[in-house]
């Protein structure tokens, strides 16, 4: 039996616009997203002999074939005609739930990375993101990592430059948001400012962190706002010590914050502390 680890770093989106509704009733995306040191640890017996099973530390996440991790296993392995002769899957849960910060796919991504390192590489990186589309649209950004233009249903990625350095203070509130009818009520709403994705790319060509900043922009996170006025309340805490842009990540509800000195995020934290349990500070990776 042999035994791999991976680390599964969660995302933000730096931008996020809806850029169509397809025939298949999916959306057509386009965004800017950054891997952060938010993460996951996974585990992975090989050749354990037993039936698969997979174990997690926080009770709400799936523990059969529903969690993404399993089903990035069971995919990788049926593409490249392996038998593992029995999987344990151990994951340490970090990244928060229904977050907006893919939690469930940067798990699976893990997976992916993990298996095909065991077994040789025999899919270049861009390949195993390419599979990775089968297990879930943030997938394939997971597997690459780093700052990357990602588009279609998130399959479509293009690498960008690393994003300059900073700090994220990172908030998670205890509502959750349903994402299918954040969708519908969007398509109800005509969509006032959306993001200027060629520049977000300039700024982080030129390394200018507060461009970065002012670039912030994704079409949820007023639809989400005009129903949680909490994330306001958030924002302005994030505004008054430090922040130099803020936003919701995805389709929410965790909000964040771009610092560029850890004294502004230590002091974030300590003021939110009390009323947010989930409270991050992290660093782009
Ligand atoms: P995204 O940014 O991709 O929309 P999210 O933060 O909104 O992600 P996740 O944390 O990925 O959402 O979890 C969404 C659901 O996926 C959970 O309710 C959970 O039941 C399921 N899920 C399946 N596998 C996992 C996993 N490995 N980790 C967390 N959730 C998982």
Known sequence: MTTLYESAFAKLNLT??????????????????????VRDDIEIDIGTGKPWCLKCDKEDIPTDSKNLAWKAAQIYLDAMGKD???????????????????GGSADAAAVLRALNRHYGEPLSIYALAELGAQVGSDVPFCVVGGTAMCEGRGERLRKLPNMP????????????????????????????????????????????????????????DPVVTAEHLELNYIKSI???????????????SAVFAIVTEFEYAAVICNMLRDNYPQVFIAKPV
Do not use: W
């Open 238 to 252: 994030f505004n008054a010590y430090g922040s130099i842009g803020q936003q919701m990540t995805g389709s929410g």
């Open 165 to 220: 350095d900073c700090f994220f203070v990172i908030c998670k509130p205890e509502f959750s948001v349903s994402t299918p009818e954040l969708y519908r009520k969007l398509d109800e709403t005509a969509i006032a400012k959306r993001p200027d994705n060629t520049g977000m790319e300039s700024a982080i060509l030129a390394g200018d962190i507060e461009k970065v900043a002012q670039n912030l922009m994704n079409v949820f």
């Open 16 to 37: 996020l616009d809806v850029v169509g509704k397809r025939e298949d009733g999916y959306h057509d995306l386009k965004s800017v997203m950054q891997t952060i040191s």
């Open 84 to 102: 593992a002769d029995g999987l344990e899957i151990r994951i340490t849960k970090r990244i928060p739930s229904g977050a907006g910060m893919a």
